[in-house]
C-alpha cells in the first residue's frame, strides 16, 4: 500500500474545515487525479475529517489522512501521512509532537499504515509557517541541505516543499529534487491553472493542488489534464 505514494503524479488536498458541494465533490475525486489527500493547518476535527472521509468513500480514489492534529485522526483512510517541519525552529514540529503521539498511543498505532514527510515550509505569510514557527528564508543550497538529511539520513520518503498559498521560487525546488536519491519530492503552493501545473511538475515528482479547488473549480481540473496530457515525468 505505501508503494503507491511513489506513482502519485498528482493529487488534490481538501481541508475538513472548508465547505464542498456534493457535485463539486464528485467532480474532485472523478478527476483523473492519482489521491485525496485530507488535511489542514486549523479548524480540523475528528468530525469534520470524518464526515468528508465518508463523502470521499463513495468514490474509487485512495484517500489518505495527513495528520496535523491528535484529535482529529480518523480510522478509515488508506495511508496516513505524519509531517515533522524540518526547518522548524521549534523541535516539537520535528519530532516533539510525534513522540508524544508514541507515548499516548503507541499500543494503537497502525506503524504499517504511516508515511513519514519532511516539510520544508517557505512562505513566511502562511498559517502553517507562523504555527511551525518555520525558517523561511533559506536559500536553494540550504533547502537543498535540509532535503538531504531527509533523504539521505532520515531515509524518509517524501520531502515536501511546502508554500501555501503562493507560487513558489521553482529554481529553489529544481534544485531540491537535484540533491534527492531516494525521497520523492511533493511541491505544493499557488497552483491555479494547467500552466502552473504543468511548470510546477517539471521540477518535483508529485504536485498537490488545494486552494484553487475552493475558488476555481474548473481552473483545478484543468491542473490534472495538464499532468496527464504532459510529458513531464
Request: aromatic content about 8%; proline content about 5%.
Amino acid at each position: 500500500m505505501k508503494q503507491m505514494v511513489q506513482t502519485w503524479r498528482h493529487v488534490f488536498k481538501l481541508d475538513p474545515d472548508r465547505p464542498i458541494d456534493d457535485q463539486a465533490l464528485e467532480a474532485v475525486c472523478c478527476s483523473g487525479t492519482d489521491a485525496i489527500m485530507v488535511g489542514g493547518s486549523s479548524g480540523v476535527t475528528f468530525d469534520n475529517t470524518a464526515e468528508l472521509l465518508a463523502r470521499i468513500r463513495q468514490f474509487e480514489i485512495p484517500c489518505v489522512l495527513e495528520v496535523s492534529d491528535l484529535e482529529a485522526i480518523v480510522p478509515g483512510f488508506d495511508l496516513f501521512l505524519i509531517p515533522t517541519v524540518l526547518n522548524s525552529s521549534d523541535p516539537q514540529w520535528l519530532i516533539g509532537y510525534q513522540a508524544q503521539a508514541a507515548e499516548k498511543y503507541g499500543h494503537m498505532i497502525p506503524w504499517d499504515m504511516l508515511v513519514p514527510e519532511g516539510y520544508i515550509v517557505l512562505n513566511p505569510d502562511s498559517t502553517v509557517a507562523r504555527l511551525t514557527r518555520a525558517r523561511t528564508s533559506l536559500t536553494g543550497p540550504e533547502a537543498a541541505a535540509y532535503a538531504q538529511i531527509a533523504d539521505r539520513m532520515f531515509q524518509l520518503p517524501i520531502v515536501y516543499v511546502e508554500y501555501s498559498g503562493t507560487f513558489g521560487d521553482l529554481e529553489l525546488v529544481a534544485e531540491v529534487r537535484r540533491s534527492l536519491e531516494a525521497s520523492r519530492l511533493f511541491y505544493g503552493g499557488g497552483i491555479s491553472d494547467g500552466e502552473s501545473a504543468r511548470q510546477a511538475a517539471a521540477v518535483s515528482d508529485t504536485i498537490v493542488v488545494g486552494n484553487i479547488i475552493y475558488s476555481n473549480l474548473d481552473q483545478a481540473l484543468e491542473t490534472v489534464a495538464a499532468i496527464k496530457d504532459s510529458n513531464v515525468r
